[in-house]
């Protein structure tokens, strides 16, 4: 079993819908949760940073994570064509520098 | 540069041949990570360089893979006598200081193919 589960979808979504993006991991020692976005052929960028329990909001992007279910969730409002990409989320244990842990990402198309 | 730089963007080799595959961080980042993305999986740790110290090379999937950082900046990831399960991407990220909330800055990548 993967340390790390996501959803790989696709999902394909009208302009304007909400849409919800979801991972679950096993390992209780993850403490830093971030979602990063890739467009195709390009490398992920970090999109939110969330540091244990709790809510994060930046713009149309709400990130959140609960630890005690161990699963974390990314919210985009208002989608826009713009958001068409591939999400993965990746967390980390605290202390450690070596490596994320990634999903595998989740396909997103949002359609105009 | 303004981001880190990979290439080259795409490589095409027969089995058996060696690639090499080069990543120029961004200037000042002292922590470099080599990933490998197949198709449809998340990105796999293959190795981790942190300024002077020894990098850490437990996600390198066999010896057949090794990769050098020359002067704290440019690194070469070689592949040795390449296989078709080694095509994938292979994405280069850096960040400042290599701590665990730090954003990763990724390159583009190198989508590499073994016929």
């Known amino acids: 079993q993967k340390e790390v589960e996501q959803d790989p979808g696709p999902l394909s979504v009208p302009e304007g819908a909400i849409v919800s993006l979801n991972c679950t991991y096993s390992n209780s020692a993850f403490q830093y949760f971030m979602w990063y976005r890739q467009y195709s052929r390009k490398g992920p960028e970090l999109l939110m940073y969330?540091?244990?329990?709790g809510n994060k909001e930046d713009g149309r992007f709400t990130a959140q994570v609960d630890k005690s279910s161990k699963y974390i969730s990314l919210f985009i409002r208002d989608s826009q064509p713009s958001d068409s990409a591939t999400y993965l989320c990746a967390m980390i244990v605290s202390g450690s520098a070596r490596q994320l842990t990634f999903g595998s990402g989740t396909q997103l198309t949002v359609l105009p | 540069g303004a981001g880190v730089s990979q290439s080259p963007s795409n490589k095409v080799t027969e089995k058996g041949k060696d690639v090499e595959l080069r990543c120029d961080p961004i200037s000042g980042h002292t922590a470099l990570y080599w990933y490998r993305q197949s198709l449809g999986q998340g990105l796999e740790f293959l190795i981790y360089f942190q300024g002077n110290s020894a990098p850490d090379k437990s996600g390198l999937p066999s010896d057949r893979f090794s990769a050098e950082r020359t002067g704290g900046s440019v690194s070469t990831l070689t592949i040795q006598r390449t296989q078709q399960e080694d095509s994938a991407v292979y994405l280069c990220?850096?960040?400042?200081?290599?701590?665990?909330?730090?954003?990763?800055?990724f390159g583009s990548g190198t989508q590499l193919s073994v016929l």
């Open positions: 969330t540091y244990s329990s």
């Open positions: 990220a850096s960040s400042l200081l290599g701590r665990p909330n730090e954003k990763l800055f």
